[in-house]
C-alpha cells in the first residue's frame, strides 16, 4: 500500500495557472486535469484543504496603477477569488470529489462563511475545503492566506502550485538561464526576493515552522509525488 507522507495538505492554486495558456478566465481542461490531480492525492487518504488565487480574473495591484484605490481594487480580487472557488467546487462534483467552499469574505447566498472548526471538522470528514476571499483582507494575497488557513488547519506542509516547477535564482519566465533550487530556507527566500511567493507568506511560514514545497501544477503527477514525499519541485523549510 502507498502511504502518504502528510496527514494534511494545503494546496495554494495559482489563480493564472487555472487559465492554461488561454490569456484570462478559467479552462475547462485545465480545470479537469488539477481536479484529478487532487483527487488522486485525496483517495490515498490525505486531507486536502485548497486556497484558490484570483490571478485569472483580477488582480488589485495590476488596476491600483491603473489609477484605482487600491483598497477598492483588493476586495474586487478578493471576489474574483470566490468565483474561481465555485469553479473549483463544480469541477469538484463532477469529478466525484465531496468539497466545501468557506469565504473570509461574507457571499451569505452563494457560500458559508470561513469557520475554522466546521473547515477541520470537514477535513477530518474527508471532504475538500476551498478557502476563498483570501484573508478577507485588503493588501493581502492569496499567498498569505495559504500559509494563514494552513497554520489554523495545522496542516502538515504548504503545496504552492504554480506556473513553474519550483523556486528559482530568478524568475525563470524573464530568465531562461536561472537555476531551479532543489532545497532553501525561508531566510535565503526572503533575503534573495525570490518573488515566487510574497515576502508577508514566507516570514509567516518560517516563524511557524510550516513546511513549503512550491512545485508545477502542469507536471502530470506533481502533486502525487509530493505528497509522498518524493523529491519534487524545491522544498522550503527553516
Ligand atoms: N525566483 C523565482 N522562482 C520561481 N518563480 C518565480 C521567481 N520569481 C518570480 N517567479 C514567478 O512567480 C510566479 C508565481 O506565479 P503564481 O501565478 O503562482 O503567482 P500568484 O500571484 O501566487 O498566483 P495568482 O495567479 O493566483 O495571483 C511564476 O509564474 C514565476 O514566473
Ligand atoms: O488576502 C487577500 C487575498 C487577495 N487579495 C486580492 O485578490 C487578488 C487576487 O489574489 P492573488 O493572490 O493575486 O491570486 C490580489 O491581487 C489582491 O488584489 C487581497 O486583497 N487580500
Same mark, same amino acid.
Given at each position: 500500500?502507498?502511504?502518504a507522507?502528510?496527514?494534511?495538505?494545503?494546496?495554494?492554486?495559482?489563480?493564472? /495557472?487555472?487559465?492554461?495558456?488561454?490569456?484570462?478566465?478559467?479552462?475547462?481542461?485545465?480545470m479537469?486535469?488539477?481536479?484529478a490531480e487532487?483527487? #488522486?492525492?485525496?483517495r490515498?487518504? %490525505?486531507?486536502?484543504?485548497?486556497?484558490?488565487?484570483?490571478?485569472?480574473?483580477?488582480?488589485?495591484m495590476?488596476?491600483?496603477?491603473?489609477? +484605482? @484605490? *487600491?483598497?477598492?481594487?483588493?476586495?474586487?480580487?478578493?471576489?474574483?477569488?470566490? +468565483?474561481?472557488? &465555485?469553479?473549483?467546487?463544480?469541477?469538484? *462534483?463532477?469529478?466525484?470529489?465531496?468539497?466545501?467552499?468557506?469565504?473570509?469574505?461574507? %457571499?451569505?447566498q452563494?457560500? #458559508?462563511?470561513?469557520?475554522?472548526?466546521?473547515?477541520?471538522?470537514?477535513?477530518?470528514?474527508?471532504? %475538500?475545503?476551498i478557502?476563498a /476571499?483570501?484573508?478577507?483582507?485588503?493588501?493581502f494575497?492569496?499567498?498569505? =492566506?495559504?500559509?494563514?488557513?494552513?497554520? #489554523?488547519?495545522?496542516? @502538515?506542509?504548504?503545496?504552492?502550485?504554480?506556473?513553474?516547477?519550483?523556486?528559482y !535564482?530568478t524568475?525563470?519566465?524573464?530568465?531562461?538561464?536561472?537555476?531551479?533550487?532543489?532545497?532553501? !530556507?525561508?531566510?535565503? /527566500?526572503?533575503?534573495?526576493?525570490?518573488?515566487v +511567493?510574497? =515576502?508577508?507568506a514566507?516570514?509567516?511560514?518560517?516563524?511557524?515552522?510550516?513546511? &513549503?514545497?512550491?512545485? !508545477?501544477?502542469f507536471?502530470?503527477? /506533481?502533486?502525487?509525488?509530493?505528497v509522498?514525499? #518524493?523529491?519534487?519541485?524545491?522544498?522550503?523549510?527553516?
Amino acid at each position: 500500500m502507498t502511504t502518504a507522507a502528510y496527514k494534511r495538505i494545503l494546496l495554494k492554486l495559482s489563480g493564472e /495557472a487555472l487559465m492554461g495558456d488561454d490569456s484570462y478566465g478559467i479552462n475547462r481542461v485545465v480545470m479537469e486535469r488539477i481536479v484529478a490531480e487532487i483527487a #488522486e492525492v485525496s483517495r490515498l487518504g %490525505v486531507q486536502v484543504a485548497v486556497v484558490i488565487g484570483g490571478g485569472n480574473i483580477f488582480r488589485g495591484m495590476t488596476s491600483a496603477e491603473d489609477g +484605482m @484605490d *487600491r483598497a477598492t481594487a483588493d476586495y474586487m480580487g478578493m471576489l474574483a477569488t470566490v +468565483m474561481n472557488a &465555485l469553479a473549483l467546487q463544480d469541477a469538484m *462534483r463532477r469529478g466525484g470529489l465531496v468539497s466545501r467552499v468557506q469565504s473570509a469574505l461574507r %457571499v451569505d447566498q452563494v457560500v #458559508e462563511p470561513y469557520i475554522r472548526g466546521k473547515a477541520i471538522r470537514y477535513l477530518e470528514e474527508g471532504k %475538500v475545503v476551498i478557502f476563498a /476571499a483570501g484573508t478577507g483582507n485588503p493588501f493581502f494575497t492569496t499567498d498569505t =492566506a495559504a500559509a494563514l488557513r494552513g497554520r #489554523e488547519m495545522n496542516v @502538515d506542509i504548504v503545496l504552492k502550485a504554480t506556473k513553474v516547477d519550483g523556486v528559482y !535564482s530568478t524568475d525563470p519566465k524573464k530568465n531562461p538561464g536561472a537555476i531551479r533550487y532543489e532545497k532553501l !530556507s525561508f531566510d535565503a /527566500a526572503i533575503a534573495q526576493n525570490l518573488k515566487v +511567493m510574497d =515576502a508577508t507568506a514566507l516570514t509567516l511560514c518560517r516563524d511557524h515552522k510550516l513546511l &513549503l514545497n512550491v512545485f !508545477s501544477i502542469f507536471k502530470p503527477g /506533481a502533486l502525487r509525488r509530493v505528497v509522498l514525499g #518524493e523529491n519534487e519541485g524545491t522544498l522550503v523549510q527553516v
